[in-house]
């Protein structure tokens, strides 16, 4: 069983750059789909992004296309988002999901981390 930490939140003004991280644990994580989703106060958990296994297929939301990246390092067993030109919008908990396959549903992922609160100040 994987388990996830996540770590790298914190308050950013609009239009500045964060860098979350992922760490895994456990011998087979580096076999698992990696996601990051949000979840902003009074609304529901959100898709954000996506990476394949051996990394090179993602996927992105439309809100974030452009700006943010997800990329990772199966030997320190880490993945990384990369967000750039953040808007207040984009306050919200952030959260590394694992799953068995490259999806956008949330119902794929069923290993969790504890979340990273992303603030961002207008």
């Known amino acids: 069983q994987v388990q996830l930490v996540e770590s790298g939140g914190g308050l950013v003004q609009a239009g500045g750059s964060l860098r979350l991280s992922c760490a895994a644990s456990?011998?087979?994580?580096?076999?698992?789909?990696m996601g990051w989703f949000r979840q902003a106060p009074g609304k529901e958990r959100e898709f954000v992004t996506a990476?394949?296994?051996?990394?090179?297929?993602?996927y992105y939301a439309d809100s974030v296309k452009g700006r943010f990246t997800i990329s990772r390092d199966n030997a320190k067993n880490t993945v990384y988002l990369q967000m750039n030109s953040l808007k207040p919008a984009g306050t919200a908990n952030y959260y590394c999901?694992?799953?068995?396959?490259?999806?956008?549903?949330?119902?794929?992922?069923?290993?969790w981390g504890q979340g990273a609160q992303v603030t961002v100040s207008s």
């Open positions: 456990g011998r087979t994580a580096s076999t698992y789909a």
């Open positions: 990476i394949r296994c051996r990394g090179g297929s993602t």
């Open positions: 999901a694992a799953g068995r396959h490259l999806a956008r549903k949330l119902a794929v992922f069923a290993t």
